[in-house]
């Protein structure tokens, strides 16, 4: 977002942190980049999901955020309509899970192929290895996704 001129750049939960650990390095990366911006541009995250409607626009009409970053494009493109608000020319979207390529919404896809490939392939070492139950020493694997240059996020024209 701040690649494309951005400043006002807001964050959401626009469906429950049901992943907190991969939520708290959402806040993580978004608290270390705001930091880059100035302190009239910060804005604090909006955190309730999609439970509240009402609330959502409440929070987007006190920051008046340029760009939001969403966990998820919906509720919060059905909500900013509703609300007269035009996406991109009032507010732009990001999507951190971008879950239907075939949308064009700007954002992160994370192609359940590969993730599903990836965990058969770690099951198969597991089970290769003799490995049962939970492991002595927890791991993670990160699955970088892939960034679809959609509608929702224009570079703002100087």
């Given at each position: ?68 970053l969403v966990t998820r ?45 990836l965990a058969i392939e ?6 290769n290895r003799g490995e ?27």
């Open positions: 977002c701040m690649q494309r001129g951005y400043r006002r750049i807001g964050f959401a939960f626009t469906t429950p942190n049901d992943y907190p650990f991969v939520g708290d390095r959402w806040l993580g990366g978004f608290f270390c980049q705001q930091v880059k911006l100035e302190r009239q541009n910060w804005i604090p995250p909006y955190q309730a999901g999609d439970k509240d409607r009402r609330r959502f626009l409440a929070w987007v009409s006190k920051w008046r955020p340029d760009a939001l494009t919906e509720p919060a493109m059905t909500w900013l309509a509703e609300a007269g608000l035009d996406v991109p020319g009032d507010v732009a979207l990001a999507a951190l899970r971008n879950e239907d390529p075939k949308l064009q919404h700007s954002g992160i896809y994370h192609d359940p192929a590969k993730v599903g490939s770690m099951l198969t070492g597991l089970a049962l139950g939970v492991p002595t020493t927890p791991h993670e694997i990160l699955l970088s996704g892939e960034w679809i240059e959609g509608w929702t996020l224009p570079k703002i024209k100087q």
